[in-house]
């Protein structure tokens, strides 16, 4: 019995030999193997660092509303900055964060790579699509953000809106969230989506009556649209327009309030 058991003493010692040479020998291959990738990492990443194939020769500029010096300019100055740079070794978040300094009044700029040499910029500035009265003209965007213009005869063709008191902390933080601004804002999205009503033009809204917004179309006539309902009251007003017998001269109102269109007379 006791050659037995010194038997299975035997095997067991031989079996943990085997285990703790296998587990040695995974263990080499594995640091051999980790040696091989860190070194293939560097070699790689050094080539793409010092090739001529990846360095920065061009740079676009996606949606934006700059015209077209502007954008010129941005090239140049990111050209003369950082051509012939690797691409990979360029500070992206720097370069966006270098440009929301230029263009504070920028909804959202983002900087990306395009290999193998192009950088890519998407710098998208708010738009004005009216102007509200106050103690002077302030340009708002579809947010009812507060936009600084410097070139103020761009602004000839936008509506005025009337009827919107700015409070002293909107004036600060730059952006009107009065609910008739958005009553106004909501107004103008809604003629914009209706092509024959859009073309006329409109040249003012009035929202100091959120019951009661009316706005005037650029030839002078004066539209009664209430406060809901814009879509449906601006398709109607559309076919009202196109109507071969409407002579526009003799129009003073078109009062979509009740349904059809009621036309008042001058």
Do not use: C, H
Not at 6 to 26: A, E, P, T
Not at 107 to 115: R, T
Not at 146 to 168: E, F, M, N, T, Y
Not at 242 to 257: N, S, T
Request: hydrophobic letters at 45%; charged letters at 30%; proline letters at 3%.
């Amino acid at each position: 019995m006791r050659k037995q058991g010194k038997g299975k003493k035997l095997g067991f010692n031989s079996f943990v030999k085997d285990l703790r040479g296998s587990v040695v020998k995974i263990a080499l291959n594995f640091a051999v193997i980790s040696v091989f990738l860190v070194i293939a990492f560097l070699l790689g990443k050094a080539y793409l660092y010092r090739s001529d194939y990846f360095r920065l020769n061009r740079v676009e500029i996606r949606e934006t509303f700059l015209d077209q010096r502007s954008l010129v300019s941005i090239k140049s100055r990111i050209l003369s900055s950082y051509k012939s740079k690797s691409i990979f070794a360029l500070d992206l978040k720097a370069i966006a964060q270098a440009l929301q300094a230029s263009y504070p009044d920028a909804k959202d700029i983002s900087v990306s790579l395009a290999l193998p040499d192009k950088l890519v910029i998407k710098l998208k500035l708010r738009k004005p699509i009216a102007v509200v009265r106050g103690d002077k003209l302030y340009p708002v965007d579809e947010e009812g953000v507060i936009i600084p213009v410097a070139d103020q005869a761009s602004l000839k063709w936008l509506p005025v809106v009337d009827g919107v008191q700015l409070r002293p902390d909107e004036r600060r933080a730059k952006v009107i969230k009065s609910k008739n601004m958005k009553i106004a804002i909501d107004l103008l999205r809604n003629i914009k989506d209706v092509k024959a009503v859009a073309d006329y033009g409109v040249d003012s809204v009035n929202a100091k009556d959120t019951a009661n917004i009316t706005f005037y179309l650029r030839n002078g006539i004066e539209i009664r649209i209430g406060s809901d309902n814009f879509k449906e009251r601006i398709i109607v007003l559309a076919k009202t327009l196109k109507d071969p017998r409407m002579i526009m001269g003799r129009i003073k109102y078109i009062d979509l309030r009740f349904g059809d269109a009621v036309i008042g007379p001058r």
